[in-house]
């Protein structure tokens, strides 16, 4: 079983430029993203949050359920749900403005234990910078990475959600000896202000570096540095692209019985290839088509 810990949203998406273009509801947020993708995927997932009982909250509930992904370690919360405004450039790329005050997914407490079988637990976005759920996933994560549980964090930096940079900088670097695989975006690592090496000095297994449509890069602490490049693809858009390399990487670790940090030593450079592009190849569908739909495994070779 892989644990997604982490926010649900509303992502409101343009069908055209400009700021007054009509906006289409659909299901997102980073850690949301990545348990709908394991599980259409095929991998055993539970998602563990707080979602609103609103509309919008049902209607999260029924994607992680029709993805086959367990909902019994979902709190839920009479708050409304957060809304993220996404703004698509002429290249697909996608920024974002929130609302996130007052909102259900804020209010999340860590649960007393994990779930029963849980073989790695993913975190990332909003919900590691909005208090006070910042720092019950927070907790969560160092008690996971106590019990010798493989973690997985991906900042997915929203900087518009940070009023102090030097202090979340701070924060993140805090939680990599409790971090058993970083992965992050180009633009992360370079707001981030770090590089690879120094992450992994500080204790992560292996590093991924995404770099759009240039591909995935996988840093490891040998001083291996294993590299694919992007799937060439039409690009709609790019919401849920990140996450779904999330996802990918995890499913493909955990068919190959790699989520530990020897297995992931033991991966060498055609191990890594296959799962580098096994994880270009997901995001490529992912970015083909609007909004964050994650590929089914039919839809993809096996890892």
């Known amino acids: 079983m892989i ?16 700021a007054l273009a009509a906006l289409t509801p659909r299901r997102g947020g980073g850690p949301y993203n990545t348990a709908v993708a394991l599980g259409r995927l095929g991998s055993p997932a539970t998602f563990c949050s707080r979602i609103s009982r609103d509309a919008f909250g049902e209607a999260l509930i029924d994607g992680l359920r029709e993805a086959g992904v367990d909902v019994a370690s979902v709190q839920r919360g009479a708050e409304p749900t957060t809304l993220a405004v996404a703004s698509i450039a002429e290249n697909g790329s996608a920024s974002y403005s929130f609302y996130v005050e007052g909102t259900a997914d804020r209010l999340f407490s860590a649960p007393g234990r994990l779930p029963e079988g849980t073989r790695a637990v993913s975190f990332g976005t909003c919900s590691l910078v909005l208090e006070p759920g910042a720092s019950a996933y927070e907790e969560l994560m160092r008690d996971a ?36 695989l970083l992965k992050l975006s180009e633009e992360d690592a370079e707001w981030l202000g770090g590089t690879p090496r120094e992450w992994l000095a500080c204790g992560p297994s292996a590093v991924v570096v995404t770099r759009g449509g240039d591909g995935l890069t996988a840093y490891t602490r040998d001083g291996g540095e294993h590299s694919v490049p992007g799937e060439p693809v039409d690009v709609v858009d790019t919401i849920g692209a990140g996450d779904t390399v999330n996802a990918a990487l995890l499913h493909g670790l955990a068919a190959r019985d790699a989520l530990s940090a020897a297995a992931v030593a033991g991966l060498g450079a055609d191990g890594w290839g296959e799962l580098l592009r096994f994880a270009a190849r997901a995001a490529a569908i992912t970015c083909s088509r609007a909004g964050a739909e994650p590929p089914y495994a039919h839809e993809l070779n096996a890892p």
């Open 3 to 18: 644990v997604v810990a982490g926010e649900a949203l509303i992502d409101l998406v343009p069908g055209e430029p400009g």
């Open 145 to 180: 990475s106590a019990q010798g549980v493989f973690t997985a964090l991906d900042p997915n930096i929203r900087a518009v959600l940070i009023p102090d940079p030097d202090a979340y900088r701070a924060r993140f670097k805090s939680w990599l000896p409790s971090v058993s």
